[in-house]
C-alpha cells in the first residue's frame, strides 16, 4: 500500500498563493495517475487535478489557469500550485494514487491538508 502524506496547506487570502506537496513512500514512477481532489464542508469530494506517469494532466474547470500540477519522480512528490485563489477554493485538500493492474486496481488516499481563502 502506497503512503501519502500532504503538506503545505494554511490560510491565505484571496487572489493569494499556495503549493501543496504530496510525498509517496515508493517511487512514484510507477504510480499509473497521481491527483488532487478537494473536499468543502457539506459537499462531495470533487477532482481538482491530475497527471499520469506519462505526464498528461487534466484540471477542474473551476480551476484551470489557476492551478498547475507537476510531478517529481525523483523525489516522489506531486505539487500543485494554487494562484489567484478564491474563497470558494476552501476545502480540504487529498493527495490521490492510482496503481496497480488493470485486473487489480488500488487507489491510496492522504490525511488531507486545510486550505483556507479569506475575503
Known amino acids: 500500500q502506497v503512503q501519502l502524506v500532504e503538506s503545505g496547506g494554511g490560510l491565505v487570502q484571496v487572489g493569494g498563493s499556495l503549493r501543496l506537496s504530496c510525498a509517496a513512500s515508493?517511487?512514484?514512477?510507477?504510480?499509473?495517475?497521481m491527483g488532487w481532489y478537494r473536499q468543502a464542508p457539506g459537499k462531495q469530494r470533487e477532482l481538482v487535478a491530475t497527471i499520469t506517469r506519462g505526464g498528461s494532466t487534466d484540471y477542474a474547470d473551476s480551476v484551470k489557469g489557476r492551478f498547475t500540477i507537476s510531478r517529481d519522480n525523483a523525489k516522489n512528490t506531486v505539487d500543485l500550485q494554487m494562484n489567484s485563489l478564491k474563497p470558494e477554493d476552501t476545502a480540504v485538500y487529498y493527495c490521490?494514487?492510482?496503481?496497480?493492474?488493470?485486473?487489480?486496481?488500488?487507489?491510496?488516499w492522504g490525511q488531507g491538508t486545510q486550505v483556507t481563502v479569506s475575503s
Open positions: 515508493v517511487n512514484i514512477f510507477g504510480i499509473n495517475v
Open positions: 490521490n494514487a492510482k496503481y496497480g493492474t488493470t485486473w487489480s486496481p488500488l487507489v491510496s
